[in-house]
Structure formats: structure tokens, C-alpha cells
């Protein structure tokens, strides 16, 4: 019997450790939990928009890889937008689209490519000449030697541009495929084109089932493209391969043209995403108007006539629609009037969004306005919390709210601090700035993070020829969307080191605290009357208790979202870990 005091002992002792342990306190606070708060953004920077695109091959339309000499890859290692053409010989004589095409001295071939077995590849493109082509699917094996994968010949070309079409069914699977269109006499080639069989109305179908999971109620388009990047949207709608590749003037690269206004709400249908535009403010609000009609407008208008003859006959319906991106100055301020009264006309229904505010603008342009958006780009959540409070203060009396366009932890650093973005760490901190958001949510209806597919390390997701990986951030965001609800509740007597907030239903009987534990050591957290049902939490499934660990190609799901069980009015926070804890009363 000598056993049984020292048992009464350890129960006295963890009885006495929950008695002891400050429970918190819960206190239901005005607004509420917009699904908005956990939007997205996708702009045209680099190599996010070509890793969600199914294109196979990059600069299609030969006008030339740049490489950007401001700012720096973290790792080195090139990315989609670096594939060039090996064999070209460009020629700016009568080229099918844009500047130049390319004339054929035996193959031309473009490496980097991953394929997989049994599936069908489309090829296509434009040539002209006197003799007839070969394309073809290769692979590289292990001993240097060449394996053919896929090939097929095309009829004879003319001397005048015709487009041509293959279809390529490898016969193996590889992660260093390359392409080769072959002739033997004089052949010019531009806007060639290879597109798995798969894809999602030009999108990676890989892609829209990660994006589609996460449930992002509202993706935002556009950003520094648009001002001051010098993107035009007539440009690019209507037949891609008619586009001319513009040069991004913030970016430095030379952008396909392949993805506009149509692919960018097709997206947004098909992961069930509210679109939101960014309108360039430099083109002026006859074309803003122009692009509200296309989208929005029936087919008996000029505008919705020819987005039906460009495939999509219902209107897209976008309702959010930002003025300009990151702009504030005077000559933006005395604009906005005749931008609202434009894009009202063209749709009374229009949500109208100003880009950074000011006390000027809503003096003088506010009774048109529907948000403000300001941008945060720091780990100083009290700045945030500051320029918040700003905000609702100048806001007082007025209908107006706030949208955060475009958030993260950082935007200009580099080398390792650009590194971070992709860590647990990173996600500690996007979970932290979830919990501002939604104490805010009284003002703050929308928020979108930026960015979501690679973007030297920003992206939630990241793709490469051959697959998709998804980052610690990404599990944070689709964690928020799945449990967050729609009354915001102050939590009080949160441990040290551990950021609270919660969520309850409209009847109150579930509530859903997020509990981001900073420490490198578990903490408990005392319920109170609540009781934990079980819940989710991300967190690094090997438990070092790092916060720089992050996943990668070679261990994908070294940080994930884990589900766990729990019951009683204690929950643990496992170290470094982000936490949804699902409660009944």
C-alpha cells in the first residue's frame, strides 16, 4: 500500500497547479470576424504568376530573359522566369507578336521542365517557312545520355504565319525534361506553347486545389504592377497568344502578357474567392470605368460584348474594386472624385477602395469612398496597432472602413530576413497579426496577405516544375479560415509570451480560442468555464523547438496543421505553435 501516497501526492500537486493557473477571461467586443480577413494576393512579380499558370515554357514570345540587377534571390538558385531558349536566333523581321521571333539554325530547346508519365502535353505555335518541324519531349538520365519521352511532327510550314498544333503523351516521368522544336530548312517560330492536359482553364490544376483548400474568402489583383509597373488590362484580354509581353517597370522582367482580367476571375470562381482589382490609377478613369463595364456589364454593353466574345458571356460580378496602389500624394487625393464618379456610373454597386489614406482624402473624397487601405510590412505589431487606432479615429463619423490591401512581416529585406518568410517563425508571426486583425474587426472588414506563390519567399505556397509545397504560412491562413467565427471575443489573462484571441458563434455555444504560443517551452492555458473539445494547431511535427525550421522539398510536412483531441478546462500550447482550440461552454 505504500504506493498510494505518493499517487494522492502527484493529484494533489496537478490539482493544485490547475487551481493555481489563471484562467483567461473572455469578453465579447463590437463588429464582427469578416471570412475577408483571410484573403490573398496575387500580383505580377517575378515568378508568382508563371508558378500558378500551367505555361510550360517561359518567354514563349522570344523577346528576351532580363535578369534584375536591384535586388537578389535568397538562395541563387534561378527560377522559371531564368529559362532561356538555347539555339535561338532571334530575328525582328516580321514577327508573328511583339518585337521578334526566332529562326531555327537546327533545334531549339529550353531545359527545366518536369513531366510526367502518361500524361497528354498540348503544344502550340506559330511558324513559318519552307520545311517541316519536329517537336519533341526529352529527358536527361542519370548517365548523361538523352531518353526520348514524346514527339511528333507538324505539317510542313508556308511562308506566311500559321499556328500548329501536337500532342506530346510522355512515355516516363522526369524532373529535368527539356523541349526541343527541330527543322532542318529555314523555319521561324514565335508564341510556341506546352500545356500539361490537366489544367484548370490555364491554371496548374496542383495550384487551384492548395488555394481552394485554404478558402480564401477574397483575392486581391494588381499591386505595383499597376502603379507604377505600367500594366494596361486592354492589353491583355483576348487571345493570349495576340498579347504583346510588356516589360514590368518595378519587377524588371519581361512579362508574358499571358495572364489578365479574365484568367485572374476565372481563378477566383474556381476556388470560390472573391476577386478584388487594383485599378492602375495612371491610366486614367475612362479606362477604370472601361474595366468595371467589362467585368460587371451585361453583353448589350460595348465592354461585356467583348468579354463574351472572349469566352465568358455572364459577367464576373466583381464587387471590390482599390484605386491605384500605394499612392497618397495630392494629385492622387484631388483625382479620386472623378475616378469614383466614373467607375459609379459604369456600376452603382461598385465597393470603392482608396490606396494609402489620409485626412485629405476623406475630406475631400470620403462620402465616395467605401475602405481605406493601408499596407503593413513589419513584425511592430504596436505600429500596426497604433495606425490602426489612427485610422478608426479619422474615420469616426464617417460610413468609411478598413481593407489591409497588403500585409506581412516584412517587405524589403533580403538574404536571410527574406529567408524567414518561409519559416515557422514566419507563420508565428502572420498568426500574431490574424489576432490584430480580428481585435480590430469592428473596422477592419478585409485583409490580404501577401503573397501567395513563391515571391522570393513570400509565398504561402510554392511551386517548381515539378510539384507544390506548401509553407508553414499557408497552413496558418487555411487554420484561421476553417475555425475562425463570426463574433470577436477580448481574451484577458493570457500567459506570458502567448498571443489570444477568440472567436464565438451568434448563439454562443462554440467558441474557437487561437492561442499563438511564442515560447520554446509548452505552456498551459487555463479555460475557465470553457471546456476543449479539440481543435487544430500548426506546428513543427518534430518538435525542436526552432523557430527557423521550415519545409522543403525534400521533407514537405516538416511544419503542418496536426489535429488533437483534448477535454477538460486546460489546454497545452505545444512550443512554437499555433493553435485553434475549439470550445463548448
Excluded at 340 to 348: G, H, I, L, V, W
Excluded at 464 to 476: D, E, F, I, M
Aim: proline residues 5%.
Amino acid at each position: 500500500m505504500r504506493w498510494i501516497i505518493p499517487v494522492c501526492l502527484i493529484l494533489l500537486t496537478v490539482l493544485k497547479a490547475e487551481a493555481d493557473m489563471p484562467a483567461v477571461k473572455l469578453t465579447p467586443q463590437a463588429g464582427r470576424i469578416s471570412p475577408m480577413l483571410f484573403g490573398g494576393f496575387i500580383e505580377l512579380l517575378d515568378d508568382l504568376v508563371p508558378g500558378m499558370w500551367a505555361e510550360m515554357l517561359n518567354d514563349r514570345s522570344f523577346e528576351g530573359v532580363t535578369r534584375p540587377s536591384s535586388w537578389c534571390y535568397y538562395d541563387g538558385a534561378p527560377n522559371f522566369c531564368d529559362r532561356e531558349w538555347i539555339g535561338a536566333d532571334y530575328d525582328t523581321g516580321n514577327p508573328f507578336n511583339g518585337s521578334r521571333s526566332a529562326k531555327l539554325t537546327g533545334s531549339l530547346t529550353q531545359s527545366g521542365l518536369a513531366v510526367r508519365k502518361g500524361m497528354a502535353y498540348r503544344f502550340s505555335g506559330y511558324l513559318r517557312g519552307d520545311t517541316q518541324a519536329e517537336v519533341i519531349l526529352k529527358a536527361l538520365l542519370p548517365d548523361g545520355k538523352w531518353m526520348e519521352l514524346a514527339s511528333a511532327k507538324l505539317p510542313k510550314a508556308t511562308g506566311q504565319w500559321k499556328k500548329y498544333s501536337a500532342k506530346l503523351t510522355s512515355t516516363g516521368a522526369s524532373d529535368r525534361a527539356v523541349f526541343e522544336i527541330r527543322a532542318t530548312g529555314n523555319l521561324w517560330a514565335d508564341k510556341l506553347s506546352l500545356m500539361p492536359s490537366d489544367n484548370v482553364d490555364g491554371w496548374r490544376e496542383d495550384v487551384v486545389q492548395a488555394i481552394k483548400d485554404a478558402h480564401p474568402a477574397i483575392i486581391r489583383w494588381g499591386g505595383s504592377v499597376c502603379d507604377p509597373g505600367g500594366y494596361r488590362w486592354k492589353n491583355g484580354i483576348g487571345d493570349r497568344d495576340r498579347r504583346v509581353p510588356f516589360p514590368n517597370k518595378v519587377w524588371k522582367r519581361i512579362d508574358s502578357n499571358d495572364v489578365g482580367i479574365d484568367e485572374f476571375c476565372r481563378f477566383c470562381e474556381l476556388v470560390g474567392a472573391e476577386p478584388l482589382i487594383c485599378i492602375s490609377f495612371s491610366d486614367g478613369p475612362q479606362s477604370s470605368a472601361d474595366l468595371v463595364q467589362y467585368c460587371n456589364a451585361g453583353a448589350d454593353n460595348e465592354w461585356g460584348a467583348k468579354r463574351a466574345a472572349n469566352g465568358h458571356p455572364k459577367p464576373y460580378n466583381v464587387r471590390y474594386w482599390q484605386l491605384g496602389n500605394e499612392l497618397g500624394n495630392a494629385d492622387y487625393v484631388n483625382a479620386l472624385p472623378g475616378f469614383c464618379k466614373a467607375m459609379k456610373q459604369a456600376d452603382p454597386k461598385a465597393v470603392l477602395m482608396a490606396s494609402f489614406p489620409s485626412q485629405e482624402m476623406i475630406d475631400k473624397a470620403g462620402k465616395d469612398l467605401d475602405y481605406i487601405c493601408p499596407h503593413h510590412y513589419t513584425p511592430d505589431f504596436g505600429a500596426c496597432e497604433a495606425d490602426f487606432e489612427k485610422l478608426t479615429g479619422m474615420l469616426k463619423g464617417t460610413h468609411i472602413k478598413i481593407a489591409v490591401t497588403e500585409w506581412n512581416s516584412t517587405a524589403g529585406d533580403w538574404g536571410l530576413g527574406r529567408g524567414k518568410l518561409m519559416t515557422l517563425g514566419g507563420a508565428l508571426l502572420n498568426a500574431h497579426y490574424l489576432n490584430l486583425l480580428m481585435r480590430h474587426s469592428d473596422m477592419v472588414d478585409i485583409a490580404c496577405r501577401s503573397n501567395m506563390t513563391n515571391s522570393l519567399c513570400s509565398g504561402m505556397i510554392a511551386t517548381n516544375a515539378a510539384g507544390l509545397l506548401k509553407r508553414p504560412s499557408y497552413y496558418v491562413m487555411k487554420l484561421y479560415a476553417d475555425h475562425a467565427k463570426p463574433v470577436p471575443v477580448t481574451v484577458e489573462n493570457a500567459p506570458e509570451g502567448v498571443d489570444v484571441f477568440a472567436s464565438k458563434s451568434e448563439d454562443g455555444k462554440s467558441v474557437c480560442i487561437f492561442a499563438v504560443n511564442m515560447n520554446t517551452k509548452p505552456v498551459e492555458l487555463g479555460l475557465g468555464d470553457l471546456h476543449a473539445i479539440g481543435g487544430e494547431r500548426v506546428c513543427d511535427t518534430l518538435d525542436q523547438r526552432q523557430a527557423d525550421v521550415m519545409n522543403h522539398w525534400d521533407a514537405p510536412d516538416r511544419v503542418k496543421t496536426v489535429e488533437f483531441k483534448a477535454t477538460g478546462s486546460t489546454a497545452t500550447l505545444p512550443a512554437l505553435c499555433i493553435s485553434a482550440i475549439e470550445c463548448g461552454e
